[in-house]
């Protein structure tokens, strides 16, 4: 594999990108996209959102369909219903055939997409993350559990209840119901992806107890937190090593390297790119403009 340093002195990320990933269809006979976002090397979160669709569609639009997708993923996550539209499109485009690569980081939203592939390739280095919608910035398991809390004390010392009062005017009107639909609606599309593809054949218990480590807070404990492949192993994930294959986990960091050049060297935070040289950027400098 090459170093980072000798694809930098390449000096062109963008054809080394599509170089590799031109190489890895080779290697597997698979479609090739790669969803990056800028999340680790910009000053700002870029996350899973509407126009996304845009992107995917221009880098799907003249693929083999029959020969299934690789799909590399890095990224933060983000909108719960961006994210379940994707699902919904690479679904009704690829069917069942779609394997999910992550050479860093794929989390939240981004783990959504994962378990909605038949397996997912990490590295040892590699992570998803707890699938707990943020409203607002706020986790919404979190304040379920505050409103829960303050319920059990007022009840069992009601002089609490100016305390609560004054810590639960925080939150707008009918934020707690928000947050219990939108919890309810991760948990339903991450069920319904589990059992499309990667769980077709497999019984609703193991389902359950792969959602309840991934949402419940008493499993994660933090938004935040990396699920590291062994973790994702343990909890019943279908995970295979990239290590397994020294030329296949030789593409997949080449491909990361030359991403995360480009991140560095132009002015992009988001990019969509296919194994027939496609590529789209998502500008910082014009935030609706694809260019």
Not at 177 to 184: A, H, I, V, Y
Request: proline share 4%; aromatic share 8%; with cysteine.
């Amino acid at each position: 594999m090459p170093s980072f340093n000798e694809i930098e002195s390449e000096n062109n990320p963008k054809n080394t990108i599509i170089k590799y990933a031109r190489k890895l269809h080779e290697k597997t006979g698979r479609n090739v996209i790669i969803y990056y976002s800028g999340w680790l090397t910009v000053d700002e979160e870029i996350s899973i959102d509407d126009l996304d669709k845009n992107g995917f569609m221009s880098v799907i639009k003249d693929l083999d369909k029959t020969k299934g997708l690789n799909l590399i993923l890095h990224t933060p996550g983000g909108a719960v219903s961006a994210t379940e539209s994707i699902i919904d499109y690479l679904h009704a485009v690829f069917g069942e055939n779609i394997r999910a690569i992550i050479p860093q980081m794929a989390m939240s939203g981004g783990t959504m997409i994962a378990c909605s592939c038949k397996e997912i390739l990490m590295g040892k280095h590699s992570s998803l993350g707890p699938v707990d919608p943020q409203i607002y910035g706020i986790p919404a398991r979190t304040v379920i559990e505050e409103f829960e809390l303050a319920k059990k004390e007022i009840e069992e010392n009601p002089k609490s209840t100016p305390f609560w009062t004054i810590l639960l005017d925080k939150y707008p009107s009918n934020f707690l119901f928000e947050c219990k639909n939108t919890l309810d609606w991760s948990k339903d599309i991450l069920e319904k992806s589990l059992k499309y593809s990667m769980f077709k054949d497999d019984n609703q218990e193991l389902v359950d107890k792969i959602i309840f480590e991934l949402v419940s807070g008493e499993a994660t404990k933090n938004h935040s937190r990396n699920l590291s492949p062994k973790k994702c192993k343990e909890i019943g994930l279908k995970i295979k090593y990239i290590e397994y294959d020294e030329e296949l986990q030789d593409l997949i960091l080449s491909i990361h390297h030359a991403c995360i050049l480009y991140f560095n060297s132009t002015k992009s935070c988001k990019i969509y790119i296919n194994h027939r040289g496609t590529l789209l950027s998502y500008d910082l400098s014009d935030k609706e403009k694809y260019l």
